[in-house]
């Protein structure tokens, strides 16, 4: 079975591309991160990257319930440096979209700064730090956002409270293994993905 290469776009890169200018999206080479989901919702999340973040993979499963009817939210996300590929593996298609706001500032900022500069474009307003797992990490807040406040340590989320219409969902670290060897066939997917008409 052939893998789809995630590359496209010309103004885009891809990870590879990025890493060969020693680009860094994050401060951490490689981690894979664990994450339960509370609140008015219940699921996980798991995170894995290597390349310092440029290749990445997202998977997410949430339970919640909205007028009165119990609804499953699945995402499955694979980013390969500009690139991020939302899954469907229901229909075997996904959608393309483009996100340079990391690899734009990453030539002339470190992974810290251009981490602080995009949560300050998100309208966020720094608060004292706090610890976390272990780890001390900037607190984030934001008003009239999707997102009320976010936990980032060396770039990474580590929490994220959402409020979702009328519903409040907590996504919190609860495992974090750093300096792994991830598989390379994680950011990629079957060629007979489609994209998303």
Request: proline share 4%; aromatic share 12%; hydrophobic share 35%.
């Amino acid at each position: 079975m052939s893998m789809i290469p995630l590359v496209g776009f010309s103004q885009a890169q891809n990870a590879t591309k990025l890493r060969s200018q020693d680009l860094k999206k994050y401060e951490v080479k490689s981690a894979e991160i664990k994450y339960q989901i509370s609140g008015d919702g219940d699921g996980n999340e798991i995170m894995t990257f290597d390349a310092y973040g440029w290749k990445s993979l997202r998977k997410q499963e949430m339970t919640f319930e909205l007028y009165g009817i119990s609804s499953t939210q699945n995402v499955y996300e694979i980013t390969d440096g500009d690139y991020v590929y939302r899954l469907n593996l229901s229909d075997s298609t996904y959608q393309l979209r483009k996100d340079m706001k990391w690899s734009q500032q990453a030539s002339y900022k470190s992974p810290s700064q251009v981490s602080e500069a995009i949560l300050f474009s998100m309208g966020g307003t720094q608060q004292p730090d706090s610890t976390l797992n272990g780890k001390k990490c900037q607190v984030w807040t934001f008003e009239g956002k999707a997102i009320k406040e976010m936990w980032i340590w060396k770039g990474l989320v580590m929490k994220r409270r959402a409020k979702l219409g009328d519903r409040n969902i907590v996504t919190e670290a609860i495992e974090i293994n750093l300096d792994i060897n991830p598989d390379p066939s994680l950011f990629s997917f079957p060629d007979y993905f489609r994209p998303k008409e």
